[in-house]
């Protein structure tokens, strides 16, 4: 069955660093592949999606994800954190079938220190 | 383009009573639309997946007499939750599959509703 782990719960930087959030997949065939944010009380806003091609996908707000397969990996980085990105992060997979469900990861939450 | 609203933002009811939640595309037709339920600093878990005109689909485990969903046209969804109890109280969210034409697993996700059952 698909899933989708997020090693980290909890992950601080401080403002200006570079950050990497994990996800690791499990699927049996090319994996659809995405990166949600959410701030507190609001719902998901799409970063980035992986669905074919180049493996290093670049979204909004400055983020980046590289999919590698034979990590079964799909990370998400950003080069220079702001505040503003302190937030919810939510890796997603694609569940198969034609109603095009997605099964989410269990989230990493992102504080930032000024 | 592709905005998915959600009302109310915010209800509180009364243990018994029942609550009902709008899911809408506001800028396309969204023949699919899903329902999540958030927990607290908790992850997305999908309850069902409507179609337009058509009977949703519930995933195992969520009682679709408590949680009733109505896709009657291509710009609304419904959930009601009946007879709701404190146990109930939730975030609850919906998406949208995406425009004709857009990748299926495109989902545009509403703002979420904030239920609470006292």
């Known amino acids: 069955a698909q899933s989708v782990t997020q090693p980290d719960i909890h992950i601080t930087v401080s403002e200006g660093a570079s950050l990497e959030l994990r996800c690791n997949y499990s699927?049996?065939?090319?994996?659809?592949l995405f990166w949600y944010v959410q701030s507190p009380g609001q719902g998901l806003q799409l970063l980035l999606k992986y669905f074919s091609g180049d493996t290093l996908v670049q979204g909004i707000k400055g983020f980046e994800a590289e999919f590698k397969r034979s990590q079964s990996s799909f990370n998400l980085r950003k080069p220079s954190v702001h505040w503003s990105d302190a937030a919810e992060y939510f890796c997603a997979v694609g569940a198969g079938g034609s109603q095009g469900n997605l099964i989410f990861g269990k989230g990493t939450k992102l504080s930032v220190k000024p | 383009g592709a905005v998915v609203s959600q009302h109310p933002s915010w209800v509180i009811c009364k243990s018994g009573t029942s609550v009902k939640i709008e899911c809408r595309s506001l800028?396309?037709?969204?023949?699919?639309m899903f329902w999540y339920r958030q927990f607290p600093k908790q992850s997305l878990m999908l309850m069902a997946t409507s179609n337009e005109g058509s009977k949703a689909t519930y995933e195992q485990g969520v009682e679709k007499d408590k949680f009733l969903i109505n896709h009657a046209s291509l710009t609304l969804s419904t959930l009601t939750v009946t007879s709701a109890h404190p146990e109930d109280s939730s975030f609850y969210i919906c998406?949208?599959?995406?425009?004709?034409?857009?990748?299926?697993?495109?989902?545009?996700f509403g703002p979420g509703t904030r239920l609470t059952v006292t």
């Open positions: 998406s949208a599959r995406g425009p004709t034409g857009t990748f299926a697993y495109e989902q545009y």
């Open positions: 699927y049996g065939a090319t994996p659809y």
């Open positions: 800028d396309f037709q969204a023949t699919t």
